[in-house]
T-cell receptor, first 114, second 113 residues
């Protein structure tokens, strides 16, 4: 597509439920990133996929968080047993080949855990 | 590990005046530096980047930034601010050897009419 698409745009869930957030990157972009933006905070790196390489999961805050990227394209971020502190905007970005590429961000998913 | 500091949470400037949003960084090796802008309820939009070459980088919407290696700074500037420039601005850095960006905490710019 023309841009990075994220769905849903908003999600309200009850504490303890599982949620799935979806990211559809720009066609042909080999790298995909997930970040979390909490209220009043900067962007916190979560996970990074590059082609067929093993993902860099170093930013995932707990084992309740996981992500996968199927077919080198769409990615799903899953949060199990959600907690109130998981409430944030989850941003996805993709980038193409070349070390000097910046990211193209999606509009994000605003997750509210009640 | 790399880090980015945006020392001002909030910057206010009158319309028509020049604006500066400050950013300093710490990274091993040659840095790749970026500025992004975020409007309310939107994702981040790319403004400009420094990879190599001329220290003064020009970007979208009339913004520019100056890379200062000795001061490890990459301040964002615009000669004449517009009310529509009001937004949240993020500085980001990564070493040339990595792909992951590290972001600053953001600076809320308000341009007053």
């Amino acid at each position: 597509g023309a841009g990075v698409s994220q769905s849903p745009s908003n999600k309200v869930t009850e504490k303890g439920k599982d949620v799935e957030l979806r990211c559809d990157p720009i066609s042909g972009h080999t790298a995909l990133y997930w970040y979390r933006q909490s209220l009043g905070q900067g962007l916190e790196f979560l996970i990074y996929f590059q082609g067929n390489s093993a993902p860099d999961k170093s930013g995932l805050p707990s084992d309740r968080f996981s992500a996968e990227r199927t077919g080198g394209s769409v990615s799903t971020l899953t949060i199990q047993r959600t907690q109130q502190e998981d409430s944030a905007v989850y941003l996805c970005a993709s980038t193409g080949e070349g070390a000097n590429y910046g990211y193209t961000f999606g509009s994000g998913t605003r997750l509210t855990v009640v | 590990a790399q880090s980015v500091a945006q020392p001002e949470d909030q910057v206010n400037v009158a319309e028509g005046n020049p604006l500066t949003v400050k950013c300093t960084y710490s990274v091993s090796g040659n840095p790749y530096l970026f500025w992004y802008v975020q409007y309310p309820n939107r994702g981040l939009q790319f403004l400009l980047k420094y990879i190599t070459g001329d220290n003064l980088v020009k970007g979208s919407y009339g913004f520019e930034a100056e890379f200062n290696k000795s001061q490890t700074s990459f301040h964002l500037k615009k000669p004449s601010a517009l009310v529509s420039d009001s937004a949240l601005y993020f500085c980001a850095v990564r070493p040339g050897s990595a792909r992951q960006l590290t972001f600053g905490s953001g600076t809320q710019l308000t341009v007053l009419p």
